[in-house]
């Protein structure tokens, strides 16, 4: 299995540019995060999906879109990039939720920088 | 909400033992969690705790105090290839990772 795999793994935009940070999962995982991590700093959550068709939004999501079309692929959109928005960002899934032991598995993580 | 608190840094000797605490305050309470992270690499999961006591994994060990919003983990027989960067995360609907600290294992 190749577990969480994101693309692409690195990626300079100019500011106002748009992009999109695809993810895909092939453990039949329901649950799917997107994080961004800056220098220093923890986790921050963006958005996550507790199944196809559902998403809701995290601690920062303000300059992002998710959707969830299948349960295998949870993209992230960047509308209108900022240099804020400059960070490594980890998409990861779990099979469980909040209730349980939701162990979370990591992409290898896509660095972008905005100029 | 959460507010996840643990050292920046901490450094310590090849075969030795550290400690490191996290001390957390939420609404909400799931579980604790703790994440290793390699420079330039993704987290990668190490401990669940849910119930107070002290979870025993090989060398590493974690340990809960939901009464005082505390957790440690424990490595033991320190190996370079600890060096690393240890989250604590805890979860209520979702999972909230703290700064991390970042250990430096020295010959």
């Known amino acids: 299995n190749a577990g969480v795999t994101q693309t692409p793994k690195f990626r300079i935009l100019k500011i106002g540019q748009s992009m999109t940070l695809q993810c895909t999962q092939d453990?039949?995982?329901?649950?799917m995060y997107w994080y961004r991590q800056d220098p220093g700093m923890g986790l921050k959550l963006i958005y996550y999906?507790?199944?196809?068709?559902?998403?809701d939004k995290g601690e920062v999501p303000n300059g992002y879109n998710v959707s969830r079309s299948t349960t295998e692929d949870f993209p992230l959109r960047l509308e209108l990039a900022a240099p804020s928005q400059t960070s490594v960002y980890f998409c990861?899934?779990?099979?469980?939720?909040?209730?349980?032991?939701?162990?979370?598995?990591f992409g290898e993580g896509s660095r972008l920088t905005v100029l | 909400g959460q507010n996840i608190d643990q050292p920046t840094e901490m450094t310590a000797t090849e075969g030795a033992i550290v400690q490191i605490n996290c001390t957390y305050q939420?609404?909400?309470?799931?579980?604790l969690f703790w994440y290793q992270q390699h420079a330039g690499e993704a987290p990668t999961f190490l401990s669940y705790?849910?119930?107070?006591g002290l979870e025993e994994k090989g060398r590493f060990s974690s340990f809960l105090s939901r009464s005082k919003g505390y957790s440690y983990l424990l490595l033991k027989e320190l190996q370079m290839k600890d060096s690393a960067s240890y989250l604590c995360?805890?979860?209520?609907?979702?999972?909230?990772f703290g700064a991390g600290t970042t250990v430096t294992v020295r010959a």
């Open positions: 990861a899934s779990s099979l469980q939720g909040a209730s349980v032991q939701g162990e979370l598995f």
């Open positions: 705790n849910v119930l107070d």
């Open positions: 453990m039949n995982h329901n649950y």
């Open positions: 995360a805890c979860q209520d609907y979702k999972l909230s």
């Open positions: 939420t609404s909400g309470f799931n579980g």
């Open positions: 999906s507790v199944g196809a068709g559902i998403t």
